[in-house]
């Protein structure tokens, strides 16, 4: 968990007075920009139907909505060439298919039309290995009282593999990612893990485990190096298979 220290200086001056000055910020303009949010997952137990793929636009930094972008042409076909439509569901630029096909590696590709512009993207659906167990430690961090959580899998021997964790906690708004690869651990145990030191008995931790491609890893570990493990969905087409677990926290004092 990262700390923002805030340095507080004070100034006296010979006559004890002082002055706020107020500066506008003269930021550029830029036309908006399609800005697209796909992911294909497909969660273990379930049958991976129903997709979304939310498309929106760029707008002005100081501005608090963020415009959908509707009436545009989405689909995605896999490598037999079959074509599953995502419609608009009510003008809120959030585009739903029920009736999606997913098969592991298989190659999908994006195709987005809008305003005369069409936007394409490919990418391979790849499995992940399932979560075996969850371990918590208690007295974890440099003060020994945060807690810990590890979520422990099998990676695959004969396989390059690319992972990206996800922990979402009930007592936060964002969400940590981290990305991994089986460079130095191929075929052993290892494990995905969180410290955090605001967790309290009765919090909830969600742990996903998504098998991703290279490409996308390579995308992600650059986000996430740049923004921090604490950063929101990823805006990317990123076709992949997840399992999911969910774990209570019990601090023992």
Same mark, same amino acid.
């Given at each position: 968990?990262?700390?923002?220290?805030?340095?507080?200086?004070?100034?006296?001056?010979?006559?004890?007075?002082?002055?706020?000055?107020?500066?506008?910020?003269?930021?550029?303009?830029?036309?908006?920009?399609?800005?697209?949010?796909?992911?294909?997952?497909?969660?273990?137990?379930?049958?991976?139907?129903?997709?979304?793929?939310r498309l929106t636009s760029t707008t002005g930094y100081f501005e608090d909505v963020i415009p959908a972008v509707s009436n545009a042409v989405v689909y995605v076909t896999n490598?037999?060439?079959?074509?599953?439509?995502?419609?608009?569901?009510?003008?809120?630029?959030?585009?739903?298919?029920?009736?999606?096909?997913?098969?592991?590696?298989?190659?999908?590709t994006l195709t987005v039309i809008d305003k005369g512009n069409t936007y394409t993207a490919s990418e391979?659906?790849?499995?992940?290995?399932?979560?075996?167990?969850?371990?918590?430690?208690?007295?974890?961090?440099?003060?020994?009282?945060?807690?810990?959580? /590890?979520?422990?899998?099998?990676?695959?021997?004969? !396989? *390059?593999? $690319? =992972?990206?964790?996800?922990?979402?906690? %009930?007592? /936060?708004?964002?969400?940590?990612?981290?990305?991994? !690869? *089986?460079? $130095? =651990?191929?075929?052993?145990?290892?494990? %995905?893990?969180?410290?955090?030191?605001?967790?309290?008995?009765?919090?909830?931790?969600?742990?996903?485990?998504?098998?991703?491609?290279?490409?996308?890893?390579?995308?992600?570990?650059?986000?996430?190096?740049?923004?921090?493990?604490?950063?929101?969905?990823?805006?990317?087409?990123?076709?992949?298979?997840?399992?999911?677990?969910?774990?209570?926290?019990?601090?023992?004092?």
């Amino acid at each position: 968990m990262r700390k923002l220290v805030f340095l507080i200086v004070f100034f006296t001056s010979l006559f004890f007075t002082s002055c706020e000055e107020v500066v506008d910020v003269d930021l550029d303009t830029a036309p908006p920009k399609l800005v697209i949010e796909a992911a294909i997952t497909w969660e273990k137990g379930t049958s991976g139907k129903q997709q979304v793929i939310r498309l929106t636009s760029t707008t002005g930094y100081f501005e608090d909505v963020i415009p959908a972008v509707s009436n545009a042409v989405v689909y995605v076909t896999n490598s037999k060439n079959q074509k599953f439509n995502f419609i608009e569901f009510n003008n809120t630029g959030h585009y739903i298919c029920p009736n999606f096909r997913p098969e592991i590696n298989d190659e999908y590709t994006l195709t987005v039309i809008d305003k005369g512009n069409t936007y394409t993207a490919s990418e391979v659906l790849k499995s992940v290995a399932p979560i075996t167990r969850i371990e918590q430690k208690n007295n974890s961090g440099f003060t020994g009282e945060d807690i810990e959580i /590890k979520a422990y899998f099998t990676d695959p021997a004969d !396989e *390059d593999n $690319f =992972y990206l964790f996800k922990y979402v906690y %009930s007592n /936060k708004v964002t969400s940590n990612y981290y990305v991994s !690869e *089986d460079k $130095f =651990y191929q075929g052993n145990e290892i494990f %995905s893990s969180a410290i955090d030191e605001d967790l309290k008995a009765g919090d909830e931790v969600e742990v996903t485990h998504y098998g991703i491609s290279k490409q996308y890893y390579n995308y992600m570990n650059i986000l996430v190096s740049i923004a921090g493990s604490n950063v929101g969905g990823p805006v990317s087409i990123a076709a992949s298979h997840r399992k999911r677990k969910h774990h209570q926290y019990n601090r023992q004092k």
